[in-house]
């Protein structure tokens, strides 16, 4: 099988530039002048708006100053008359959207704001669900998985899970599952890909369903994602990219195979896509910076450097302290300290997630 990939070398960026992606992000975090009206496309601003903020938020930066009141007064010009939310003022509503917006409210404990009306948004989503369980993401009748877990997602953030049917959801969910590679693709008999099979695995999560898999087949195939560089892609045969790092570990830390993966050889391809002089992170070395890659980047640092990882730090050449193994060490300390938890279903900090009475189901090996 023909393996694309890319070379990590030593001319890459080897430590976290913690503070320079801070600095990056806050040029994106003021919703007047030039951030986020301007360097943000419009179609996709409020997904924008989540990725910066929760980027914020991981690094424990001051996350609040991220234009707080602009950024909710931004929220209620995108609601529209039947409760579905949009990317910016004036397009239309979309569940991709609504879903970015409830996480951005959820995040800042705006939920009883005033900014949305939870029953009309809660009506909104039933109104998305077709007769096989399957969600459209609006009314022009698109359906994929992707929107399954944005249905499920939203009611759960929501605390409304019980007015959607999700016993039929979770069904239309299983029958996107490819029983040849346990991965699951966007709708019933389409290729796997790590994207959806992380809304896959959300939707199975939140409803408490996850053991209709087979874990062991599917953490095989995720764990195949992984290229010589350390990078992972998103299925066979294609470049790895960071937005993976998200998509991939997530997945095998739902399904307790987190450890399947070579955290060490990962870290170096993430470290790499950083950029020196601007902050913020690529989907590979060498390539433009963005607010996706950046929070991805940082989410799967996360998730690598807390408690889903099975091989603790310490762990890493007790016996040997070559120049190396002291610098990944140290990067590994640095990570732990500085990012926080993320919760691996909802890409948000574990800290909010905390605050909410959401039930989440996890595998163990
Ligand atoms: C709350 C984190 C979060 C997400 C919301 C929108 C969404 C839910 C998830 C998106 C999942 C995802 C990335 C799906 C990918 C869909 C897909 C088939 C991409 C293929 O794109 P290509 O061909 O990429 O450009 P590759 O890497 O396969 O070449």
């Known amino acids: 099988m023909l393996t694309r990939d890319v070379e990590i070398t030593a001319k890459h960026v080897q430590h976290l530039l913690l503070s320079k992606h801070v600095q990056y992000l806050q040029k994106y975090a003021v919703v007047s002048n030039e951030s986020y009206e301007q360097l943000m496309v419009e179609y996709l601003r409020m997904s924008g708006i989540y990725w910066t903020t929760t980027a914020l938020q991981l690094m424990d930066s001051d996350f609040d100053s991220a234009g707080r009141q602009d950024i909710l007064s931004m929220i209620k010009t995108c609601v529209h008359p039947n409760g579905g939310i949009s990317a910016a003022k004036g397009h239309d509503p979309h569940l991709l959207y609504t879903m970015s917006a409830i996480q951005i409210l959820v995040s800042y404990d705006a939920l009883n704001d005033n900014i949305i009306d939870i029953d ?88 408490g369903e996850l053991h209709r898999i087979d874990a062991d087949l599917l953490g095989w195939w995720l764990a195949e994602r992984q290229l010589p560089s350390g990078g992972l892609n998103g299925r066979p045969e294609k470049l790895p990219d960071l937005c993976y790092s998200w998509w991939v570990l997530s997945s095998m830390a739902i399904i307790g195979r987190l450890h399947w993966i070579d955290k060490h050889k990962l870290l170096r391809f993430i470290l790499a896509t950083q950029d020196d002089e601007t902050g913020g992170f690529s989907d590979r070395p060498g390539n433009m910076v963005d607010p996706f890659h950046t929070v991805f980047g940082l989410a799967g640092l996360s998730l690598l450097s807390h408690k889903y990882s099975c091989e603790p730090i310490e762990a890493l050449s007790e016996n040997s302290d070559t120049n190396s193994d002291s610098d990944l060490r140290a990067q590994w300390k640095v990570i732990s300290d500085k990012i926080k938890p993320i919760n691996p279903v909802f890409c948000m900090t574990q800290s909010v997630i905390d605050k909410t009475n959401i039930k989440l189901q996890y595998l163990s090996l």
């Not at 077709?130 to 605390?159: H, P, Q, Y």
Request: with cysteine.
């Open 120 to 207: 009309k948004t809660v009506s909104y989503i039933v109104s998305l669900q077709k007769t096989d369980g399957s969600f459209m993401g609006d009314s022009w009748g698109e359906v994929d998985v992707r929107f399954s877990f944005c249905a499920i997602a939203s009611a759960a953030l929501l605390n409304r899970l019980n007015a959607i049917d999700l016993d039929k959801a979770i069904d239309f969910v299983m029958q996107c599952n490819n029983t040849i590679d346990g991965g699951f693709g966007s709708r019933p008999g389409s290729e796997s890909h790590a994207g959806l099979i992380y809304c896959s695995l959300g939707c199975l999560s939140i409803a």
